[in-house]
């Protein structure tokens, strides 16, 4: 929700089932490698950054700070 991406507006955007979005939000590793590649094509194209496991910290994500939804929970 930090980008104000409901999951049936992105699970539409990506050509994902919503049910398949909700699974990848639970980190189900039933879901498939192509639906997990769809979904971060549309984030990227959002604004988000993926940041890879450099072997010290592990993976993350980035997100322009001029793309947050106002009240996102995002705050560190």
Do not use: C, H
């Not at 980008?3 to 909700?22: N, S």
């Not at 590649?37 to 988000?48: F, K, N, W």
């Amino acid at each position: 929700m930090a980008l104000g991406l409901e999951q049936r507006a992105l699970a539409k955007a990506t050509g994902i089932g919503w049910r398949t979005i909700q699974r990848l939000e639970l980190n189900d590793e039933t879901a498939s490698l192509k639906s997990r590649r769809r979904l971060q094509i549309a984030l990227e194209q959002a604004g988000v950054v993926f940041i890879p496991d450099d072997g010290v910290n592990g993976p993350g994500l980035r997100v322009r700070r001029d793309l947050l939804a106002a009240g996102s929970f995002l705050r560190f």
